[in-house]
């Protein structure tokens, strides 16, 4: 994986001496999970963090290559009752490294559309139980030897031009493969699903 990681980061700086626009974001993520064969199994939403590098490469007027450097936090949480009939709550966080190569398709100066793959690189998972005022937390280490280190995806979204420098952008992104295809009864076998929001300043 740490090659793959080296690689990626290698397209990425030889992509800069072409690219028009050098710059960095970040911003919110809204995740969870598409589960399969449990349908027992509800979880929500879950909050997290985006931020990385972004370059902008055109090829003519309103059309360029978008490719990206990023760290993301995925995962999600469920909530229950205990047998005291006290609240509880679990979630997972999973943080990977992620390489998005987007298109861009530009339908005005000011508003775009994004599409294209990426491939995301697993660098921890950390799972957390809350009751009442007590909690316990547990980066899994053990358990990542049964999910996979790298996930295929895509994305899809849009942009709007605050200013010359600042974008605004909002994407889904969809994991192709599932996190573990033998699933455990302590991991599920699902699909991470994420819905970015965030803000990029570039460097003309």
């Known amino acids: 994986m740490k090659k793959l990681i080296i690689a990626a980061v290698c397209i990425l700086f030889a992509g800069a001496a072409n690219a028009q626009k050098i710059g960095i974001k970040g911003g919110l993520n809204l995740s969870n999970i598409i589960k399969t064969g449990d349908n027992n199994f509800s979880t929500d939403f879950k909050p997290g963090l985006n931020a990385g590098l972004v370059l902008e490469i055109p090829i003519v007027k309103t059309f ?6 990023m760290f993301s936090q995925k995962g999600y949480k469920t909530s229950g009752t205990s047998l005291l009939g006290g609240p509880n709550e679990y979630s997972v966080t999973t943080n990977f490294i992620e390489v998005p190569i987007l298109a861009k398709f530009n339908a005005s100066d000011r508003f775009s559309i994004v599409l294209g793959p990426q491939v995301s690189f697993l660098t921890s998972t950390t799972e957390k139980f809350t009751e009442g005022s007590s909690s316990y937390q547990n980066t899994i280490r053990e358990e990542n030897d049964r999910l996979k280190k790298s996930l295929a995806g895509g994305v899809a979204g849009f942009g709007i031009v605050l200013s010359k420098q600042l974008d605004f952008h909002a994407r889904y992104a969809l994991d192709f493969q599932k996190n ?5 009864s302590e991991t599920p076998i699902y699909k991470n699903q994420v819905a970015q929001f965030g803000l990029a300043f570039k460097f003309n």
């Open 64 to 69: 360029s290559f978008e490719p990206e450097l």
């Open 180 to 184: 573990n295809e033998d699933g455990t």
